[in-house]
């Protein structure tokens, strides 16, 4: 991948992560507990993905973007381990929203988690303008 297509992919990727917060926003407003918590996920994997990419990090699963966040951003030190905290919590409810059959989550548990998730984006989003 070039400088410049690595730039388009980050860019498009944070545009992405920021669109699927706002969708997990209007799941929440109308009680879909377990699809905000996927969007919340997803926008946050989206914006991770972005972060490496922009480092010229690559990986092909769900575990490779948490493994090399961790080692490239949290054992760093580099980003704040609440992040990396966050990515495993709402990986691990994701989960559980998507194929545990018999589970919900509730308004308190999935409300709680948009500033953390916004705070992350943002975060990512300026270590992404600092690399390129």
Not at 17 to 29: D, E, G, I, P
Not at 87 to 94: A, F
Request: charged content about 25%.
């Amino acid at each position: 991948m070039t400088r410049e297509e690595r730039i388009e992919y980050t860019k498009l990727r944070v545009e992405t992560a920021y669109k699927t917060y706002q969708a997990a926003r209007v799941l929440s407003q109308n009680g879909f507990w377990n699809s905000a918590v996927n969007r919340l996920y997803y926008a946050v994997f989206y914006a991770v993905n972005a972060l490496l990419v922009s480092r010229e990090i690559y990986t092909n699963s769900h575990g490779g973007i948490r493994t090399q966040f961790s080692k490239n951003f949290i054992k760093t030190k580099k980003l704040d381990k609440k992040y990396g905290k966050l990515l495993v919590q709402l990986y691990d409810w994701r989960q559980k929203g998507d194929y545990e059959n018999l589970f919900d989550f509730s308004e308190e548990s999935v409300n709680q988690l948009f500033d953390p998730v916004q705070e992350m984006l943002s975060t990512i989003e300026k270590e992404i303008l600092n690399a390129l």
